[in-house]
């Protein structure tokens, strides 16, 4: 059982007791996340400025891209440390009614709108030096190229999910939004290499930007992915088939009938759900909570009963 004084040391332990009353619905890696999360976010944070100040003294679009992009990293992962901490902070408090599991979703929406505004500005660059192409020092652009990759591959190392889920209902979409945001950077920082080697050995000035207009594409798509994701979350849609089938199931199992069934996403490896059960003779409440009780990912239940012939 995680307590008020854990939480302020940001040593947690998930409650998985479905039935106890708790609010605290904040992932089983969460202290691990936020760590990882603030240290990734003062690499990225050195690697901007090199990026940046390499690619305006070098004169390579697809470096300066690589670094604004590192700068909306900074951003996202800033968010995401302090939703961490946030959610931590105020994991008991009585105004949340369900908790705070939800505010990792709420910054990786944010994180979202983040890389797609930047994917634009990226596009706009690379399409504006293929139409005006401009001298690149290839060879000092590529040291710090690679250099951004083998940095870029690290930070998504280090924000890798401590457990490989089966499916999406134990995921940390928090953490989730800020390894895809390294992970996008990565692929441009591979697609710059590429357009650098390719200007340097081939004579391809347009390959350059047009690597950068590639990545946009990428980092684009990635946004969206989130952007569905998060949006799901907080608009509370029914975030798992197979779960909504298991309750059903359990609690139809001796001549029960399912009349109404909400199911909600709370937070990372948390769900709630509302049921209305309907038909004739049927047991006390206490009956069907005990059937739900155990189910994976399900932390908060309430349920209605009617007994009276199901219509």
């Known amino acids: 059982m995680t307590t008020p004084s854990n939480l302020q040391t940001g040593e947690l332990q ?57 700068g909306a990293h900074v951003a996202a992962l800033t968010a995401a440390a302090l939703a961490y901490a946030v959610a931590r902070r105020y994991a008991v408090d009585p105004r949340f009614s ?32 293929l139409m005006n192409p401009g001298a690149v020092d290839y060879p000092s652009a590529m040291v710090l190229a690679t250099g951004a990759l083998a940095v870029n591959l690290v ?29 996008a950077d990565a692929a441009i920082s591979a697609l710059t ?20 207009l590639a990545g946009a594409a990428l980092v684009a798509q990635f946004a969206w992915t989130l952007l569905s994701r998060a949006g799901a979350t907080l608009l509370d849609m029914n975030p798992s088939a197979e779960l909504t089938a298991e309750i059903k199931a359990r609690l139809e199992a001796d001549g029960a009938k399912v009349l109404d069934l909400h199911l909600w996403r709370l937070g990372p490896g948390h769900h709630a759900a509302i049921v209305v059960l309907g038909g004739a003779g049927l047991s006390p409440v206490n009956h069907y909570r005990a059937r739900l009780a155990g189910l994976d990912g399900l932390s908060h239940v309430t349920i209605e009963v009617r007994d009276h012939p199901a219509t």
């Open 98 to 129: 369900f908790g705070t599991g939800k505010v990792g979703y709420l910054a990786g929406f944010g994180n979202a709108v983040v890389l797609g505004v930047t994917a634009v500005l990226i596009a706009i660059e690379s399409v504006q030096r």
């Open 14 to 70: 998930t409650p998985l007791d479905a039935f106890r009353g708790d609010r605290i619905y904040l992932g089983a890696d969460h202290a691990r996340n936020e760590r990882r999360t603030w240290i990734v976010a003062a690499i990225c944070l050195a690697t901007l400025v090199v990026q940046i100040g390499g690619g305006m003294a070098f004169r390579s679009i697809a470096l300066v891209a690589g670094g604004v992009h590192m």
């Open 155 to 183: 930070c998504v190392w280090l924000l890798k999910p401590a457990h490989v889920h089966a499916h999406d209902r134990h995921g940390d979409l928090n953490l989730s939004a800020a390894h895809l945001h390294l992970t």
């Open 193 to 212: 290499v590429a357009g650098l080697a390719g200007g340097r050995w081939l004579g391809w000035t347009w390959a350059d930007p047009l690597m950068a």
